[in-house]
């Protein structure tokens, strides 16, 4: 019955998440009911390093600095990848030099698009203007 070995072989794992689920519902519960809720005024303001808030908590920036820093990410993750496929990539024949191509293909698929979508531009064309 492969149902049976399934279960077997995965109860340590199902056992995990039910004691992590379990602990972590327990604390949540535990910590609503023993916290104090004395609410004021300054608590509820914003926080800005001990020093008094100026102005309103709405802060103003370009998404396009966020989305460029995202892309960097990436694409710097992605290069971590390359370095042990570089390392033992002889040893592992041929089969192993395709899929390292391949990678590298979807990650040059990846700069065409992000270029051609202008998002490694730090002034847009539009903004120029």
């Known amino acids: 019955m492969p149902t049976q070995d399934f279960l077997t072989a995965h109860s ?3 056992s995990f998440l039910v004691v992590a689920v379990g602990f972590l519902a327990f604390n949540l519960v535990l910590w609503w009911v023993i916290r104090p809720s004395r609410f004021s005024e300054e608590k509820n303001t914003t926080y800005e390093c001990g020093e008094n808030p100026t102005g ?3 802060v103003q920036f370009n998404i396009r ?3 460029f820093a995202l892309i960097f990410v990436v694409f710097d993750v992605e290069a971590v990848f390359l370095l042990p496929w570089a390392v033992v990539f002889k040893k592992l024949g041929m089969l192993a030099f395709l899929e ?3 990678f590298i293909g979807i990650l040059a698929v990846a700069l065409a698009y992000v270029w051609r979508k202008g998002d490694l531009e730090w002034v ?3 903004d120029r203007a």
């Open 124 to 126: 847009r064309a539009e």
């Open 100 to 102: 390292g191509l391949v």
């Open 12 to 14: 340590s794992i199902l």
């Open 56 to 58: 309103s908590a709405w």
């Open 65 to 67: 600095f966020y989305v």
